[in-house]
């Protein structure tokens, strides 16, 4: 698979508008479920995390779908999830 190189790639290249707007849709659809490979999840939850940080991507939305990836099968993603709520959370207060 692919995907998960995609989502490291995402964060690291120069984005024009529509670029990053479709990059965050498929980033979003990617952790809006649980039937995803656990490397694609976790990949996908560090780029949006970079989102994040750079004001691209609301924290709230973020938080939610980590809140999905807690019921991931894989517990390095559910680990993983549970550690960047917790950042998040952090952040936000």
């Not at 980033?27 to 995390?49: E, F, G, P, S, Y």
Request: contains cysteine; aromatic residues 8%.
């Amino acid at each position: 698979s692919i995907l998960w190189h995609i989502a490291e790639i995402y964060p690291q290249v120069r984005l024009n508008q529509k670029q990053k707007d479709h990059a965050l849709q498929w980033l979003t659809k990617q952790l809006a479920t649980t039937d995803v490979d656990w490397i694609v999840a976790a990949n996908c939850m560090k780029a949006l995390r970079e989102f994040v940080q750079r004001g691209d991507y609301d924290r709230t939305a973020f938080s939610e779908l980590l809140m999905v990836q807690q019921h991931h099968h894989s517990k390095s993603v559910v680990r993983k999830a549970a550690k960047l709520l917790e950042a998040v959370k952090q952040r936000s207060a």
